[in-house]
């Protein structure tokens, strides 16, 4: 079965700085799509970005990128000149192969200072 | 953006009662809608799964006949907790997609919080 793990339960970043947060994964599919979603105190889950795995290229949507590593199943997100607006939870996800259906990790809470 | 709605955003139930949480989708038609349970500060996960006009897909371990799920339309979908316990108290999220989203995406509504006293 797949699993979608986050070992940074916090992280915290500085205002106009950059932050990487971690996402590994397991699964036995070679093709398949990631996604990292941010949940903002309002509770509402917003796709943030999303990764095919028979990409290569790393995705990239204006200030977050991730750091794709299909051989070491590794999936980080950068939020780069960080923005009060990012403080949020993060979940990382996973898409089973041939369903919609979507497996989250535990989420990582990041907290922006000013 | 699309919107996903969901009645009511907070809950509050006597132990042995019944609650229904509404999710719709307001500006397109959901084909396929999903049911996802959070408790504090944990992750979501999976309950069901329920295509318009089928019966739900329940994931291992969820009880089909205490949440009930029906997709009368496309564009709601009803979450019925049936005798509700305090174990059950939860936060409980809706999503939706439509054809016309890439793989994976979903559209997620705000979550209803229950509370069983």
């Known amino acids: 079965a797949q699993t979608v793990t986050q070992s940074q339960p916090e992280m915290s970043v500085q205002e106009a700085e950059t932050v990487t947060l971690s996402c590994t994964y397991d699964t036995s599919e070679s093709d398949y799509y990631l996604f990292w979603y941010k949940q903002p105190p309002s509770r509402q889950m917003i796709l943030v970005i999303r990764q095919e795995a028979y990409k290569q290229q790393n995705a990239t949507e204006n200030r977050f990128s991730v750091n794709f590593q299909k051989a070491a199943k590794s999936f980080s997100l950068k939020i780069s000149d960080s923005q009060l607006g990012d403080a949020a939870m993060y979940f990382c996800?996973?898409?089973?192969?041939?369903?919609?259906?979507?497996?989250f990790g535990t989420g990582t809470r990041l907290q922006v200072f000013p | 953006g699309a919107v996903v709605s969901q009645h009511p955003s907070w809950v509050i139930c006597k132990s042995g009662t019944s609650v229904k949480i509404e999710c719709r989708s307001l500006?397109?038609?959901?084909?396929?809608m999903f049911w996802y349970r959070q408790f504090p500060k944990q992750s979501l996960m999976l309950m069901a799964t329920s295509n318009e006009g089928s019966k739900a897909t329940y994931e291992q371990g969820v009880e089909k006949d205490k949440f009930l799920i029906n997709h009368a339309s496309l564009t709601l979908s009803t979450l019925t907790v049936t005798s509700a316990h305090p174990e059950d108290s939860s936060f409980y999220i809706c999503?939706?997609?439509?054809?016309?989203?890439?793989?994976?995406?979903?559209?997620f509504g705000p979550g209803t919080r229950l509370t069983v006293t």
């Open positions: 996800a996973y898409k089973i192969y041939n369903t919609d259906k979507l497996i």
């Open positions: 999503s939706a997609r439509d054809r016309t989203l890439a793989e994976g995406e979903q559209y």
């Open positions: 500006d397109f038609q959901a084909t396929t």
